[in-house]
């Protein structure tokens, strides 16, 4: 089971002790925002595509995020 928590304030009087007895456990994962961080690296040549790409060759998410198969057994 994969349950997601939004903490707006980590570091609030309230969720930092949640947080570490949420750590404490053996069976929970704690994972932060900063665990995803995107590397320089690789927003650049996000961008250099972007750059390079041509507007009549993209497509619409809209009409093809519907066409991706998720594969939800995790």
């Known amino acids: 089971m994969r349950i997601t ?6 570091n609030s009087i309230k969720a930092t002790p949640l947080i570490e007895y949420l750590k ?3 069976f929970v994962s704690v994972i932060s925002e ?3 961080a995107v ?3 690789h ?3 996000v961008e250099e595509r972007l750059a390079n790409s041509n507007s009549a ?5 809209n009409e093809v995020k519907d ?3 998720l594969d939800n057994n995790e």
């Open 34 to 36: 900063d665990d995803y």
């Open 67 to 69: 066409t991706f198969i």
């Open 39 to 41: 590397p320089d690296w």
């Open 5 to 10: 928590l939004d903490i707006s304030n980590a």
């Open 57 to 61: 060759e993209l497509f619409d998410w």
């Open 24 to 26: 404490s456990l053996d």
């Open 43 to 45: 927003k650049q040549i």
